[in-house]
Structures are given as structure tokens and as C-alpha cells.
């Protein structure tokens, strides 16, 4: 899956531009004021952007994915507010820096209400990826697959969503916490966290050193 980081985003961009490219031309609302092009520019990067990504990752997912390999499902449970920080960041750049310079025609009321809406959507993105996203245990590999509408960039963490397929080989080794599972990706490529049943995580844990993924000890972990 490591291949598609770079594809995938530029496919998905290019999706962006050829849209933007169609409706320009259609909807005189776009021209009506630079708040509207600012939240429509938004609306590509925000919901269009990674929705298309999520879509070209399913599509890939499913043609590999063989349910006569599955063996249990768990919830991925990432940390995904820094990926809410650079949503935010995104916002404020687009929308602050305009109303400063005195290039937009919007006043201060409709910046922060623009601002507070797009917050709003990011947040609803990242919470429909936690709980939609799952990690599946597959008898040759690890398939991380669902709604994941994560921004991804090819640049390293934490612009990207490690979802897709993996072999057993490209995990450095686990650590295991109470119930949480941290699975390291090779050659720096972050890690995949997952959320356990309690009833699991020792079945779990042999399943992993049976398919000879190495188990961390805390001491390791400032390696990863």
C-alpha cells in the first residue's frame, strides 16, 4: 500500500481541479464575493479531497481483500487531534489571511461563522473515521479499511491514513497497553493504533507472535 501514497493524492487532486474547473464556469455565486470561492476552495479540500481518497483506497482494499482469510475485526483508535490541527491551520490560513489583507469581501461576522462551520466539518469527518475505520486480522496480513475521510498528503505522519493492506513484514513489531494495540510500520511510515476487547488482547498477542511480529517493550519504543 505504501506505493499508492503519492498516487493516490494525486489522483484525488486532480479529481478536485477537474470539479472546481467544471462548476466555476456554471454557478455565478462563486464570483459573487471571495468568501463564497474561499468556503467553496474549503468544501474541495475538506469533504471533496478526502472523500475521493477514501473512495480510491476502498476500491483497492476490496479487490485484495478475501474474507475467506478474516479472522476478527477491531476498531482503529488513532489520535487524530493533530490531524484537527492542521484542519484548523488550513481554515485559518484561507480565511484570516484575506479578511487581514482587506482582499475579501466578507466582514468579521461571516469569518468567524465560516471559520466555526468548517471546525465543525472537520471535526464530523475525523469522528466518522474513528468510528467507521477498523483494523481486520487476516490470516497472511493486516487490512486496515472503512470510512477513513483523513486528509493524506505524501508527506510523512501526520498528514496521512494508514489505511490499506499490509504483510505481517511491514510491521517493525507491537505494544500492547491495557487494551490499546500500537502496530509499527516499517522505514518510518507511523504506526496503527487499535482499540481491543478485553476478552482479546491475549489471543491477540499470540496471534501476532505466531506471525512472527515482534513484541516491544516499553524501553524499544523511542526507536519508533
Known amino acids: 500500500m505504501f506505493k499508492h501514497r503519492i498516487f493516490?493524492?494525486?489522483v484525488?487532486?486532480?479529481g478536485c481541479i477537474t470539479v472546481f474547473s467544471f462548476?466555476?464556469?456554471?454557478?455565478?455565486?462563486?464570483?459573487?464575493?471571495?468568501l463564497n470561492l474561499i468556503n467553496g476552495t474549503l468544501a474541495l479540500i475538506i469533504i471533496l479531497f478526502p472523500?475521493?481518497?477514501?473512495?480510491?483506497?476502498?476500491i483497492?482494499?476490496?479487490?485484495?481483500?478475501?474474507?475467506g482469510k478474516f479472522f476478527f475485526a477491531v476498531?482503529?483508535?488513532e489520535k487524530y487531534y493533530r490531524q484537527g490541527f492542521y484542519y484548523g491551520i488550513l481554515i485559518l490560513v484561507l480565511l484570516v489571511v484575506p479578511y487581514v489583507?482587506?482582499?475579501a469581501s466578507m466582514n468579521l461576522f461571516d469569518l468567524v461563522t465560516s471559520a466555526v462551520c468548517w471546525m465543525l466539518v472537520s471535526v464530523l469527518m475525523l469522528y466518522i473515521t474513528q468510528k467507521k475505520t477498523f483494523v481486520n486480522f487476516m490470516n497472511d496480513g493486516i487490512i486496515i479499511k472503512g470510512i477513513d475521510l483523513r486528509l493524506e498528503f505524501p508527506m510523512n505522519d501526520p498528514i496521512r491514513s494508514n489505511s490499506g493492506i499490509y504483510t505481517f513484514r511491514d510491521f517493525r513489531g507491537f505494544y500492547i497497553e491495557g487494551n490499546s494495540l500500537q502496530l509499527f510500520l516499517k522505514d518510518n511510515n507511523g504506526k496503527v493504533t487499535a482499540?481491543?476487547?478485553?476478552?482479546?488482547v491475549q489471543h491477540i498477542i499470540a496471534f501476532l507472535l505466531s506471525k512472527e511480529v515482534k513484541r516491544l517493550q516499553i524501553h524499544e519504543l523511542s526507536q519508533y
Open 23 to 34: 462548476i466555476m464556469p456554471y454557478f455565478d455565486f462563486f464570483y459573487s464575493s471571495d
Open 75 to 77: 476498531p482503529m483508535r
Open 60 to 67: 483497492l482494499v476490496t479487490k485484495s481483500y478475501d474474507p
Open 51 to 58: 472523500a475521493l481518497e477514501a473512495l480510491m483506497r476502498t
Open 12 to 14: 484525488a487532486f486532480m
Open 195 to 200: 482499540e481491543l476487547p478485553k476478552d482479546k
Open 8 to 10: 493516490i493524492p494525486v
Open 101 to 103: 489583507r482587506g482582499s
